[in-house]
């Protein structure tokens, strides 16, 4: 399926799929497919017994519930599921590589992927972006505000990081957190880390995009695979 475009006026759109690569879970416009991240744990429990060597994930927080920082539950801002951090901090990490298409065959009307190419992972480049997350901690139910977690955002290459703090009001149960960062020139991987210092905290609908760009995504229900009714736009 489709994950990348280019109109005439040369603005990119793309989408993610998951559930075994069979449903777009987020689509984009004015965005690239290495530029954009959406991470849910909704179809971390789906896998393949296919001995497929291109299958890799986007981005998301599988090595941290590898390592047991983190683990799947459910509570959930959306779907079904969300994510549990089992200590103070949950870390996906990825390398920044240089634009190119080495792995793309350019065609008469088209760009065909060359035989063994695998398709990017999240590598967003140089420029401003936009994230936002939800959280969840477990607190009194007349909190005003989570002031114990955030998400920070640091690069290997630069000793550029910002913290992202939540904000406005809590929705049942729910903050959001949102902010604008910058890739600098010369980074060469970036880190999203989720921390807190809270007990109970669960994070979810983590989103990366460019900052001028839109995004709209999409969980599933498991067993019927009809879209959820909660789905999040940026």
């Keep these: 399926m489709e994950v990348e475009n280019k109109n005439a006026l040369d603005l990119y759109s793309s989408a993610l799929y998951g559930y075994q690569e069979s449903v777009p879970t987020a689509v984009a416009a004015n965005s690239r497919y290495k530029q954009i991240a959406s991470i849910h744990s909704e ?50 990490f990825r390398t920044i590589e240089a634009d190119n298409d080495t792995l793309l065959d350019p065609q008469e009307k088209f760009y065909e992927l060359k035989k063994g190419g695998c398709l990017p992972q999240f590598s967003p480049d140089e420029g401003n972006y936009l994230l936002s997350a939800w959280v969840r901690q477990g607190t009194a139910c007349n909190a005003k505000n989570y002031d114990s977690s955030y998400v920070r ?54 989103r990366i995009l460019p900052f001028h760009g839109s995004m709209k995504s999409y969980v599933y229900d498991p067993v019927s695979m009809r879209l959820d009714g909660n789905t999040g736009r940026e």
């Design 43 to 92: 179809d971390y429990g789906f896998s393949s017994n296919c001995s497929d060597a291109c299958f890799q994930f986007h981005f998301g927080y599988q090595d941290a519930i590898g390592d047991g920082d983190a683990a799947i539950d459910t509570i959930a801002h959306s779907g079904k599921s969300g994510l549990k951090l089992l200590s103070d901090s949950a870390v996906a």
């Design 153 to 206: 955002v640091r690069f290997d290459g630069s000793s550029n990081h910002i913290e992202f703090y939540p904000s406005g009001p809590i929705i049942d149960g729910w903050q959001r957190i949102e902010g604008k960062f910058s890739i600098p020139h010369g980074a060469t991987g970036i880190y999203t880390t989720l921390t807190s210092t809270a007990a109970s905290v669960f994070f979810d609908d983590i």
